[in-house]
């Protein structure tokens, strides 16, 4: 789950697995895998690091090395 702020200023949590697509309309409109669309005050580039660190902190994001060979 993320934490995201809706338009009235109200917190709510977002289950990371549900989005389909993040864009800005300039509002930043989050699309659900369900066709839902919740509009955020949190920028796109917030939104994509919230959940890249979810994904990362649950194991689902690798980290990356660089290894000369």
Avoid: W
């Avoid at 995201?4 to 895998?33: M, S, W």
């Amino acid at each position: 789950m993320i934490e995201l702020i809706r338009l009235n200023g109200h917190t709510f949590l977002l289950n990371a697995f549900l989005i389909e697509q993040v864009e800005a309309f300039p509002d930043t409109t989050i699309t659900l895998v369900s066709g839902k669309k919740i509009i955020v005050q949190n920028e796109v580039n917030e939104v994509y690091r919230l959940v890249n660190q979810r994904f990362r902190q649950i194991g689902l994001v690798a980290i990356h090395k660089d290894v000369e060979g």
